[in-house]
């Protein structure tokens, strides 16, 4: 606003903006005290003067701060051991999906020098981030998360403008389920009749979501002790091989071996 002496008759003074793309100009509205002009909402950053027939005033700026957001979001997963799966980095990931125990540690990168952020968690709690080690930008924060249930959650920052991201995106986490492996005996494909000095091979597989830690052929000859190989581990699918030698068994016809895997 510009405050000049009323003269009756006078123009109106005249308002120029000048934006990197050109300039305009526009006449001040006028009340009783003072000149006026308001702009529409500023998207960038601009020079103004004002003029009142041969007189112009100095140029003035008007910074137009941005808002904060985040660039990315960095994962870094660790497995409990029961789950058998191997540490995984996710460099530009939100979405968190992780057997319950898994430990998350997040990175967080935004586009201006911030002076506050936390995670916002879909119940309400606020986790706090802190500037990551050896990081001197302000731009760089960390945390860690321990997967226990389901949830949610936002990266809310404060820039050193004093501005925050109000409307921050909603990231989830979600538990994995652990289901129960999957066994199966693949060969023989059914009950057989052997002579007492046949050799019989046994195959079995194992499938788990998360992975097999150890895949067990259990046999017993005619209903005595069960007998436990070790026949396989390690990873999502497992297939694992025996070879049974009926006369090591001392088995007699009419002797029966039963096994699962």
């Known amino acids: 606003a510009s405050v000049m002496p009323r003269t009756p008759g006078r123009e109106l003074p005249v308002l120029t903006i000048a ?72 460099p530009d990931g939100g979405d968190v999906y992780g057997p319950e125990g898994t430990r998350v540690r997040l990175r967080v990168r935004v586009d201006k ?16 981030l802190t500037p990551a080690t050896g990081e001197s930008s302000g731009r760089v924060f960390e945390t860690s998360l321990t997967l226990t249930q389901d ?13 925050a991201n109000d409307r921050s995106t909603e990231y989830f986490i979600r538990l994995m389920d652990d289901a129960p492996p999957d066994v199966r005996i693949a060969r023989p494909a059914g009950d057989q009749r052997v002579t007492p000095l046949a050799e019989v091979a046994v195959e079995a597989r194992a499938d788990d979501d998360h992975g097999v830690s150890g895949l067990e052929l259990v046999y017993a000859v005619r209903g005595q002790n069960e007998r436990v190989v070790p026949i396989g581990s390690g990873g999502r699918s497992v297939t ?22």
């Open 151 to 163: 949830g949610s959650y936002r990266v809310a920052v404060v820039d050193d403008d004093g501005l």
């Open 19 to 90: 934006t990197a793309a050109g300039q305009g100009s526009s006449e001040m509205a006028q009340d009783d005290t003072a000149f006026t002009y308001v702009t529409p909402p500023i998207t960038e950053s601009f020079t103004y003067r004002v003029s009142l027939g041969p007189a112009t005033s100095r140029e003035y700026r008007v910074d137009a701060l941005p808002y904060p957001n985040v660039e990315s979001i960095g994962l870094s997963y660790q497995y409990p051991s029961w789950s058998g799966l191997e540490a995984r980095e996710e």
């Open 113 to 128: 020098p911030t002076r506050e952020a936390a995670l916002t968690m879909g119940d309400g709690s606020r986790v706090a």
């Open 240 to 261: 694992g091989h025996h070879l049974l030698y009926l006369e090591d068994l001392d088995v007699k016809p009419g002797d029966f071996v039963s096994f699962y895997a």
